[in-house]
């Protein structure tokens, strides 16, 4: 059956950013090279270049600013964004308006043309001023809105009722960063906001459950106009929807780019695949499925120390409170556990 999708979707590739949740937000130049290459031959509206304000310990690509933008991203043909952790202002004792500024020292409007404020659904209207400022200074803004598939009707309709008060944000997307979602809660949300706020709607998938892919064309099918995805799925825990696949469904991929997409794909990001080991497993779907912050499982997997049945008894152990946050310390408590 043919799958009509609209012309007005876009295509957002952020491996940089979600794909460094492995790589500490470093990447070889070569890779990096090749993917802006790869990506101007694409039909991609915008390309994630990674976090802003994070510790330069963290890699480079964690704290990206104009002048790295310039270097890296000279020769990209499309429009440039990177994302910010609303966790990261509202933490800090600084007004929202001076810790914005302080979080995103370094960048203007240029080559980074966007920032992706990425928001737990419980903290949103906290994130009104945040998103303010941001367009204040220039920036689109998009704002990512995290966990909401474990919203209740009561909360979802709370979220709608406060993105209406934001005047700032460009698209609103809906993120599924448990990968817990299915098709049909998928289009159920979409069709909650779409049509009902003045942003466009957009989807970031995960593929702990292996509907990644499925959930970002049910996404497009409901009438989010913007999709994620990265090179070879490479995503934060099972990893994201693959853009080698989601491009040549929704898009006339001419069969040329398309090879030269698997090509690169394999080249650069199999290797890594292999190293680090995302996609979904089983450890991942039960996480997915009882709404676990994902780096419990990317931590536990770490060296395959722990099979996917002795992660899944340790996370067992997790309350309810507990799954949601990830804590360095519960993780030591759960690594420590004298399981099988």
């Avoid at 990447?27 to 330069?56: C, H, Q, W």
């Avoid at 910010?84 to 933490?91: G, N, Q, R, T, Y």
Wanted: charged letters at 20%; proline letters at 4%; glycine letters at 8%.
């Amino acid at each position: 059956m043919l799958i009509t999708i609209p012309d007005e979707v876009n295509f957002l590739d952020c491996t940089l950013r979600d794909g460094g949740y492995y790589t500490n937000w470093d990447f070889a130049p070569e890779l990096v090279s090749d993917y802006v290459a790869t990506i101007n031959t694409l039909p991609v509206r915008m390309v994630e270049l990674g976090l802003a304000g994070k510790p330069e310990s963290h890699g480079y690509f964690a704290s990206v600013t104009s002048s790295k933008a310039e270097q890296v991203a000279a020769g990209l043909l499309v429009k440039a964004c990177v994302m910010i952790d609303a966790k990261d202002v509202l933490s800090n004792e600084l007004p929202i308006p001076l810790a914005v500024i302080r979080l995103t020292e370094g960048l203007v409007p240029g080559h980074i043309t966007t920032v992706r404020v990425a928001a737990r659904y419980s903290n949103l209207a906290a994130c009104r001023n945040i998103c303010a400022e941001l367009s204040h200074r220039g920036f689109r803004v998009f704002l990512n809105l995290m966990q909401i598939d474990a919203a209740n009707a009561a909360e979802v309709e709370m979220c709608l009722k406060e993105v209406k008060q934001f005047d700032t944000i460009d698209v609103l997307y809906i993120a599924d960063s448990f990968g817990s979602m299915k098709p049909t809660r998928v289009q159920e949300l979409i069709d909650r906001f779409a049509g009902r706020i003045e942003p466009d709607i957009g989807f970031h998938g995960h593929d702990n459950r292996g509907y990644a892919l499925v959930n970002s064309v049910a996404a497009a099918m409901a009438g989010a106009t913007w999709i994620d995805c990265t090179m070879g799925g490479m995503g934060r825990g099972a990893g994201n929807t693959a853009s080698e696949q989601l491009l040549p469904i929704l898009t006339r991929l001419e069969t040329s780019k398309e090879r030269a997409l698997l090509e690169h794909v394999l080249r650069h990001f199999d290797p890594l695949r292999k190293r680090y080991g995302w996609g979904s497993s089983a450890a991942y779907q039960f996480a997915g499925s009882n709404f676990i912050h994902p780096s419990y499982v990317q931590k536990l997997r770490e060296g395959a120390a722990l099979s996917d049945a002795a992660i899944i008894r340790r996370l067992s152990d997790l309350r309810a409170d507990e799954r949601m946050s990830f804590a360095n310390e519960k993780l030591s408590a759960l690594m420590a556990q004298d399981i099988a």
